[in-house]
């Protein structure tokens, strides 16, 4: 096995061009003929992990439509970014969704937005785009406008369409619960008397084209608003995410006051999602009292948010090259004091609630995913975490001030709903040593890198570790001061699939828990239809509806 | 004229209005786990008996968070339809009232809220934080209270 980076440079090398775009970051450039063969290389002989897979109009620059797949190597603590340019005439590549499943989502991304054909993919079916979506438009290509779509649809009527679609393909539901709300994720269960026997999934609803007015509209230091409004719950480490991205392409040397207080914000964002996700587990088990013990612990969290930032969420903090605000010796002080004082009520709170019988006998040994499984769909973050696999970018890619903290990271190999709870468990109080060990190490100095500018045509990857696992942000700049091309990857869209293997052959009544258990985005909105083999009677119900026995 | 039944959901509307919390699709999760964190606890709006329901048609306010997308349009309006008069409609965000950094040209997008379905009150901020939020019912209260007394 190869081990050490020169080993592996060199076995790059035979593949194509490497080039370093920055620190252990390669792009290696190869023809399509050999995508599949250093892929498979990648993630299964090397132990790596394929991250995400970026489609990217470059016909203005050179000619060609690029994909770049993207793997993390843990163990050598490497990235390596495989591009292969596209023929813009036939639009064919080799799929590499036979090796590994992970990509499936992918490539049908850069599917539906590009119009490159992955051959041998097993299913290239639109994804984010809805199934009547004019053929031939691609909305992410260069030579598509905005203003021009919008007008081009308008004509077309798309949104109305979709609605009469579904409402031939579901059976409108019976009793009085409302189906036709907000579905950032639709599941379809298809039950035999109680037991699950198949799922799938529609989602995507949720769907702003933050790309397209990204690349299109905003200036490089507009986007971090942007990029912190992809998610509200965990925006602010697709804000770091995406300005690592830039300052790794500008190679911008970021202060180190800047980078602890990047880490001091990202660290409470994860206490307060973690609290958030046992909050919604807890309710979706029925146990309410849990749901509003946590929430009124994560409001301590919240209010040391607002005091440190301004803003309860989204915080606004960063811009290419550092921090906007300071923090000083007083707040250092009273967020201590919080800190103190949320560890000990937690550990009072959570030690009790995980030792309870009604929420273990509900946890344990449901939703199980087996680290194979984890393997072949690439999940990340506690969901990865709790099928055995040691992945966190703190500690194999150190961003920000991380490399120069304490701290371990949880691994449990049950792989059920339960060690999912203890990880996220374990990675609070971690979370909350971290704190304490920035807030009284912080160094004094500047807060943004002097000098900002941007070059054009860099590549620049930039990597966290959000509350729900890695999250990957490819940039490429681009001239007058704008992002050519943007691809944020928040980890759900790499955990979600996994859920379709896990309620395979469980009871209908853990659905909630265990969709909930990789922690996307809120579920208690999310919607399942639930479909009965025998009668093939369709239902559509929210998740809550399903928690309290409906 | 108000009957004696009238009178009594009028009151029962004033002090416990029910309201339907409606993410309409083009938003960041950020406003509903503000409107969710109104219901926790610290601020605890179920002492003033506001609730949330589980269907619109036993809501008497519709919260909207987030602006609207093609996905979410038709139902939206299918909704606020559902709501039985008389209704209040709070918009919450910036999204849901201006579209924010996302525009309202953009492509999976159809508008702000108030193209669609008639808003009586906004609750500005990204996000507003959940006492702007409770501020924001008890303003729509009024409205109905008003509304109520007019018919």
Same mark, same amino acid.
């Given at each position: 096995?190869?081990?050490?980076?020169?080993?592996?440079?060199?076995?790059?090398?035979?593949?194509?061009?490497?080039?370093?775009?920055?620190?252990?970051?390669?792009?290696?450039?190869?023809?399509?003929?050999?995508?599949?063969?250093?892929?498979?290389?990648?993630?299964?002989?090397?132990?790596?992990?394929?991250?995400?897979?970026?489609?990217?109009?470059?016909?203005?620059?050179?000619?060609?439509? @690029?994909?770049?797949?993207?793997?993390?190597?843990?163990?050598?603590?490497?990235?390596?970014?495989?591009?292969?340019?596209?023929?813009?005439?036939?639009?064919?590549?080799?799929?590499?969704?036979?090796?590994?499943?992970? %990509?499936?989502?992918?490539?049908?991304? %850069?599917?539906?937005?590009?119009?490159?054909?992955?051959?041998?993919?097993?299913?290239?079916?639109?994804?984010?785009?809805?199934?009547?979506?004019?053929?031939?438009?691609?909305?992410?290509?260069?030579?598509?406008?905005?203003?021009?779509?919008?007008?081009?649809?308008?004509?077309?009527?798309?949104?109305?369409?979709?609605?009469?679609?579904?409402?031939?393909?579901?059976?409108?539901?019976?009793?009085?619960?409302?189906?036709?709300?907000?579905?950032?994720?639709?599941?379809?269960?298809?039950?035999?008397?109680?037991?699950?026997?198949?799922?799938?999934?529609?989602?995507?609803?949720?769907?702003?084209?933050?790309?397209?007015?990204?690349?299109?509209?905003?200036?490089?230091?507009?986007?971090?608003?942007?990029?912190?409004?992809?998610?509200?719950?965990?925006?602010?480490?697709?804000?770091?995410?995406?300005?690592?991205?830039?300052?790794?392409?500008?190679?911008?040397?970021?202060?180190?006051?800047?980078?602890?207080?990047?880490?001091?914000?990202?660290?409470?964002?994860?206490?307060?999602?973690?609290?958030?996700?046992?909050?919604?587990?807890?309710?979706?088990?029925?146990?309410?009292?849990?749901?509003?013990?946590?929430?009124?612990?994560?409001?301590?969290?919240?209010?040391?948010?607002?005091?440190?930032?301004?803003?309860?969420?989204?915080? @606004?903090?960063?811009?290419?090259?550092?921090?906007?605000?300071?923090?000083?010796?007083?707040?250092?002080?009273?967020?201590?004091?919080?800190?103190?004082?949320?560890?000990?009520?937690?550990?009072?709170?959570?030690?009790?609630?995980?030792?309870?019988?009604?929420?273990?006998?509900?946890?344990?040994?449901?939703?199980?995913?087996?680290?194979?499984?984890?393997?072949?769909?690439?999940?990340?973050?506690?969901?990865?975490?709790?099928?055995?696999?040691?992945?966190?970018?703190?500690?194999?890619?150190?961003?920000?001030?991380?490399?120069?903290?304490?701290?371990?990271?949880?691994?449990?190999?049950?792989?059920?709903?339960?060690?999912?709870?203890?990880?996220?468990?374990?990675?609070?109080?971690?979370?909350?040593?971290?704190?304490?060990?920035?807030?009284?190490?912080?160094?004094?100095?500047?807060?943004?890198?002097?000098?900002?500018?941007?070059?054009?045509?860099?590549?620049?990857?930039?990597?966290?570790?959000?509350?729900?696992?890695?999250?990957?942000?490819?940039?490429?700049?681009?001239?007058?001061?704008?992002?050519?091309?943007?691809?944020?990857?928040?980890?759900?869209?790499?955990?979600?699939?996994?859920?379709?293997?896990?309620?395979?052959?469980?009871?209908?009544?853990?659905?909630?828990?265990?969709?909930?258990?990789?922690?996307?985005?809120?579920?208690?909105?999310?919607?399942?239809?639930?479909?009965?083999?025998?009668?093939?009677?369709?239902?559509?119900?929210?998740?809550?509806?399903?928690?309290?026995?409906? | 004229?108000?009957?004696?039944?009238?009178?009594?959901?009028?009151?029962?509307?004033?002090?416990?209005?029910?309201?339907?919390?409606?993410?309409?699709?083009?938003?960041?999760?950020?406003?509903?786990?503000?409107?969710?964190?109104?219901?926790?606890?610290?601020?605890?709006?179920?002492?003033?008996?506001?609730?949330?329901?589980?269907?619109?048609?036993?809501?008497?306010?519709?919260?909207?968070?987030?602006?609207?997308?093609?996905?979410?349009?038709?139902?939206?309006?299918?909704?606020?339809?559902?709501?039985?008069?008389?209704?209040?409609?709070?918009?919450?965000?910036?999204?849901?009232?201006?579209?924010?950094?996302?525009?309202?040209?953009?492509?999976?997008?159809?508008?702000?809220?108030?193209?669609?379905?008639?808003?009586?009150?906004?609750?500005?901020?990204?996000?507003?934080?959940?006492?702007?939020?409770?501020?924001?019912?008890?303003?729509?209260?009024?409205?109905?209270?008003?509304?109520?007394?007019?018919?």
């Amino acid at each position: 096995m190869l081990t050490s980076i020169t080993e592996i440079l060199n076995l790059l090398k035979k593949y194509g061009k490497v080039e370093k775009i920055h620190k252990d970051t390669y792009v290696v450039e190869i023809s399509p003929g050999k995508v599949r063969e250093l892929c498979e290389i990648l993630h299964w002989k090397l132990n790596g992990h394929f991250s995400v897979t970026v489609g990217s109009d470059e016909r203005p620059v050179n000619g060609y439509f @690029g994909v770049y797949h993207v793997f993390l190597l843990d163990k050598q603590k490497l990235s390596v970014i495989v591009h292969v340019k596209v023929n813009p005439v036939t639009l064919k590549i080799p799929s590499i969704t036979p090796i590994i499943p992970g %990509a499936n989502w992918h490539e049908r991304e %850069a599917h539906d937005f590009f119009g490159i054909f992955f051959e041998e993919h097993p299913n290239l079916e639109r994804l984010i785009l809805p199934y009547d979506w004019p053929e031939g438009i691609h909305p992410l290509r260069k030579d598509v406008n905005v203003r021009e779509l919008r007008y081009k649809l308008l004509k077309k009527e798309t949104g109305l369409v979709v609605e009469k679609k579904a409402e031939e393909e579901y059976i409108v539901p019976i009793g009085p619960y409302h189906p036709a709300l907000h579905e950032p994720e639709y599941f379809e269960l298809y039950v035999e008397g109680e037991k699950i026997v198949d799922a799938r999934y529609k989602g995507f609803h949720v769907h702003r084209g933050i790309e397209k007015v990204a690349e299109e509209r905003l200036t490089i230091n507009q986007v971090p608003f942007i990029a912190e409004r992809i998610c509200g719950i965990c925006g602010y480490t697709h804000n770091v995410a995406y300005c690592q991205a830039v300052e790794n392409a500008a190679r911008i040397d970021v202060p180190l006051r800047a980078k602890y207080i990047r880490s001091i914000l990202l660290e409470i964002e994860r206490v307060h999602s973690h609290l958030l996700w046992f909050g919604v587990l807890f309710h979706l088990l029925g146990f309410d009292t849990g749901f509003m013990m946590t929430w009124l612990v994560r409001e301590k969290i919240m209010d040391l948010a607002e005091i440190l930032t301004g803003n309860r969420k989204n915080y @606004g903090m960063n811009l290419v090259g550092g921090v906007r605000r300071d923090i000083n010796e007083e707040k250092i002080k009273l967020s201590l004091e919080t800190l103190d004082y949320v560890e000990y009520k937690l550990r009072k709170i959570l030690d009790k609630m995980l030792k309870l019988k009604e929420i273990t006998s509900r946890t344990k040994e449901i939703g199980l995913l087996s680290r194979e499984e984890a393997r072949k769909l690439s999940v990340v973050g506690p969901v990865a975490r709790a099928s055995g696999i040691s992945t966190d970018v703190r500690r194999y890619h150190p961003y920000a001030a991380y490399s120069e903290l304490e701290f371990k990271v949880p691994v449990y190999d049950a792989g059920d709903v339960y060690s999912r709870a203890l990880v996220r468990y374990d990675e609070i109080f971690e979370s909350i040593s971290m704190l304490k060990q920035l807030l009284k190490n912080i160094p004094k100095g500047d807060l943004t890198a002097e000098n900002v500018k941007v070059p054009e045509y860099r590549k620049g990857l930039g990597l966290t570790e959000a509350p729900r696992g890695e999250n990957v942000h490819l940039v490429i700049t681009g001239r007058e001061n704008k992002v050519y091309r943007w691809r944020p990857r928040a980890p759900s869209y790499n955990n979600v699939p996994s859920t379709l293997v896990m309620l395979k052959g469980e009871k209908l009544a853990d659905a909630p828990a265990i969709i909930a258990s990789i922690d996307p985005c809120f579920s208690c909105t999310d919607h399942v239809v639930v479909i009965d083999v025998r009668t093939n009677v369709k239902q559509v119900l929210r998740l809550k509806e399903i928690a309290r026995g409906k | 004229m108000c009957g004696l039944l009238c009178k009594l959901a009028a009151w029962a509307r004033k002090k416990s209005p029910w309201i339907f919390h409606l993410p309409a699709g083009g938003l960041c999760n950020g406003c509903d786990i503000e409107i969710v964190a109104a219901l926790t606890p610290r601020y605890d709006v179920e002492r003033f008996g506001i609730l949330l329901a589980p269907s619109p048609k036993h809501a008497d306010i519709l919260v909207v968070a987030g602006q609207v997308t093609k996905h979410t349009k038709e139902r939206l309006l299918r909704v606020y339809q559902q709501v039985p008069e008389p209704k209040a409609v709070v918009a919450v965000g910036s999204c849901a009232i201006s579209g924010n950094v996302f525009g309202t040209e953009n492509y999976p997008l159809a508008g702000t809220v108030d193209q669609f379905i008639p808003v009586d009150v906004y609750v500005p901020g990204c996000p507003p934080k959940p006492e702007a939020i409770i501020l924001g019912i008890v303003e729509a209260i009024k409205k109905l209270e008003g509304e109520t007394r007019k018919s």
